[in-house]
């Protein structure tokens, strides 16, 4: 089945150390979304992708980074992660043919000691 | 004011009863999608709509796109239908998110 895959599932990292986490996908859509969604709150965009056309929101923190070396795969870098970074982070892709209908994956739940 | 609102914020349900989740909007979209998400798992989307309405089991999701408001419906409820309820809408190619609708059922 076509799908949107996140690893690991669920992260602990220490204060201050760098974290990856990765997203792939086998429905080759051109658009690849990072969100950051913490404890009852909307998910908030972190950059999103359009191919290798790279599109930061205004404020996302220069401490979260991200490469697409691909189409099938998108990465999230946090450069030196703080307690508040601590959250859901749920990728998604879409494509522009299907209205820009959003397919997520299942989430990587980050806990930062 | 938020772009996207919905109502209610919590809903709690008896199994059986019919639940109605609401969401108007103010910018002008492409599409309005309807997102579920269990507590502590990821977003399932439930509907894309832009038009007319769009029936998926027991979920019936509509959209009039001139009072900018859409209505999720689930009949028959079930305590496994209990979960957040996110309304979204798409002016390109971003989501703006409502608030969700916290929906508990009960046996």
């Known amino acids: 089945d076509a799908m949107v895959i996140q690893n690991p599932r669920y992260q602990v990292t220490q204060f201050g150390k760098p974290v990856t986490l990765s997203c792939s996908q086998t429905?080759?859509?051109?658009?690849m979304y990072w969100y950051q969604q913490k404890s009852s709150q909307a998910p908030k965009l972190l950059f999103h992708y359009y191919d290798k056309d790279f599109n930061n929101e205004a404020d996302t923190p220069d401490n979260f980074q991200s490469r697409r070396p691909n189409t099938s795969f998108c990465f999230l870098d946090i450069r030196s992660p703080g307690l508040g970074d601590a959250a859901m982070y749920l990728c998604?892709?879409?494509?522009?043919?299907?209205?820009?209908?959003?397919?997520f994956g299942p989430g990587t739940r980050l806990t930062v000691t | 004011k938020n772009e996207v609102e919905q109502s209610p914020q919590n809903l709690t349900a008896q199994e059986g009863e019919f639940i109605t989740i609401n969401c108007s909007y103010s910018?002008?979209?492409?599409?309005l999608h309807w997102l579920q998400q269990h507590p502590g798992g990821g977003i399932v989307s439930l509907f894309m709509l832009s038009s007319g309405k769009k029936k998926h089991g027991r979920l019936i999701a509509t959209i009039n796109i001139q009072e900018k408001h859409s209505s999720l419906h689930i009949t028959a409820s079930h305590p496994r239908d209990s979960a957040v309820y996110i309304c979204a809408v798409s002016p390109i190619s971003k989501l703006i998110f409502g608030t969700g609708t916290r929906l508990q059922v009960f046996p």
């Open positions: 429905l080759n859509h051109n658009v």
């Open positions: 998604a892709t879409s494509r522009p043919g299907d209205s820009y209908e959003q397919y």
């Open positions: 910018v002008g979209i492409s599409a």
